[in-house]
């Protein structure tokens, strides 16, 4: 038997999930939008950095992100995501049309006699070149999103951003995480604050986590996208949490407890409403640094401990 | 000339589709002596860029105007680039047959440029996924 007829879809996923740093990484998801995964991300490494510890903090919700704000830290250091163009080299071109069959997206198209051109939506991922015969296609680049490193003492805030109304957003969330793979240095923990969905987007910023923290809250929507999130970290083999945001509304509480035994995870932690929480998100200081005694604070704090226990020591 | 129409079926008496690049048959009209030709549409399943790929199809065909119920800014681009003549406004409820007749009376008026509303650089969508990323 070849190595090849021996891999199977475990091998797979392990690679998928495979990363460059041996730091623990740490991943805030949720199926649902509004949960408050940003809130729990932001305030989660603020409680680390208040212990010492050093902090790497990826947004990667590209579509919006806002973590920046929520701990009032300008973007810095931005660089450019730019994706491949195809670029026609008239005289090389010997009109095959491989290009043209082989695009998935049909973005190309030939009229008589002519060299190739791009008409729709390219997304940037070079088959064409990879079947031309006569290297007739050259790179030409389009900007298509930026990521930030942002430096606050023991914080390194990494921001991915999408310019808005271009469709490869994959290709901003995989550039952050390059980035924050080879700049992210001595830090002791990476937290990973995702979009919500549990689409490519979120695969992709999930990718590599050791375990992942689905926010939640007490509501049908929020039972629904539970499930899908968590089925999704099943897939991808991620160790998986439950953290209940506004734990004590009044609701579906024992729909989102149905949904836990049924994937078999833990809630590991809540969060109560508090106007504590509110005023400081407001204000974009983190709770915890803002009103270290409130009781959202407290549940925060307390997850941080559980989280330094399983992974920090 | 040689006219390309969006046909639900393959022979002259089907009924027109409406949709440019996911019809399910192309026929190729010859609009002086009524022979014609039909080609299915391989780009009918096509996750995105129909239009693009059914424009293709029709260059390669060697046709001089497309009769169609509408063509999207893609599709209507590729067609330019390619010098082919674009005619909309044909209806389902009618035959290709009576569409090319229509058509040599002088019913439907040139188009210049991609239908309204549309938004730029894009299609409708109307295939059934969006092809994974």
């Known amino acids: 038997m070849t190595e090849r007829d021996t891999i199977g879809i475990n091998d797979v996923i392990a690679a998928m999930n495979e990363t460059p740093v041996s730091i623990p990484i740490i991943g805030i998801t949720g199926g649902k939008g509004g949960v408050g995964k940003s809130t729990v991300a932001v305030n989660l490494a603020e409680a680390f950095v208040q212990k010492g510890y050093k902090v790497s903090l990826v947004d990667a919700d590209v579509d919006a992100p806002d973590d920046h704000l929520l701990l009032n830290i300008p973007l810095k250091n931005s660089e450019d995501v730019v994706i491949t163009q195809p670029l026609f080299i008239d005289d090389k071109c010997t009109r095959c049309r491989r290009c043209i069959t082989v695009c998935r997206v049909n973005a190309l198209f030939q009229p008589k006699n002519h060299i190739p051109v791009l008409i729709g939506d390219c997304n940037g991922c070079e088959a064409c070149i990879l079947v031309c015969p006569s290297d007739a296609i050259a790179r030409n680049k389009k900007l298509v999103g930026k990521t930030f490193m942002s430096k606050n003492k023991n914080l390194k805030l990494f921001t991915g951003e999408l310019i808005p109304g271009i469709e490869e957003s994959s290709f901003v969330v995989n550039a952050l995480k390059e980035r924050v793979f080879k700049e992210a240095g001595e830090s002791d923990i990476i937290i990973i604050d995702t979009s919500p969905g549990a689409h490519c987007n979120v695969m992709n910023a999930l990718k590599g986590s050791d375990h992942a923290y689905a926010v939640t809250e007490p509501t049908p929507l929020g039972a629904h996208d539970l499930e899908r999130i968590l089925k999704l970290l099943s897939i991808m083999q991620i160790k998986a949490n439950i953290i209940l945001n506004r734990s004590d509304l009044p609701g579906a509480r024992e729909k989102i407890q149905s949904v836990a035994e049924n994937y078999n995870v833990e809630i590991s932690g809540e969060i109560a409403m508090d106007d504590l929480l509110v005023r400081s998100y407001v204000k974009g200081i983190p709770v915890v640094r803002m009103y270290p005694g409130a009781k959202s604070s407290q549940a925060i704090i307390k997850l941080s401990q559980k989280i330094a226990a399983m992974h920090l020591s | ?133």
């Open chain 2, 1 to 133: 000339m040689k006219l390309c129409i969006t046909s639900a079926g393959k022979d002259i008496e089907s009924k027109i589709d409406e949709r440019f690049g996911r019809s399910p048959y192309f026929l190729f009209v010859d609009t002086d002596t009524m022979d014609f030709k039909a080609v299915p549409n391989t780009a009918e399943t096509a996750g995105r860029g129909a239009g693009i790929r059914a424009v293709q199809l029709i260059v390669d065909n060697e046709a001089d105007a497309v009769l169609t119920g509408v063509v999207g800014p893609n599709a209507f681009e590729a067609l330019k680039a390619a010098k082919v003549n674009v005619y909309e406004g044909a209806s389902e409820l009618d035959t290709v047959k009576n569409a090319v007749e229509g058509f040599k009376k002088g019913d439907f008026k040139e188009v210049s440029c991609p239908a309204e509303g549309h938004g730029s650089g894009r299609g409708r969508g109307r295939g059934g996924f969006r092809g994974g990323r």
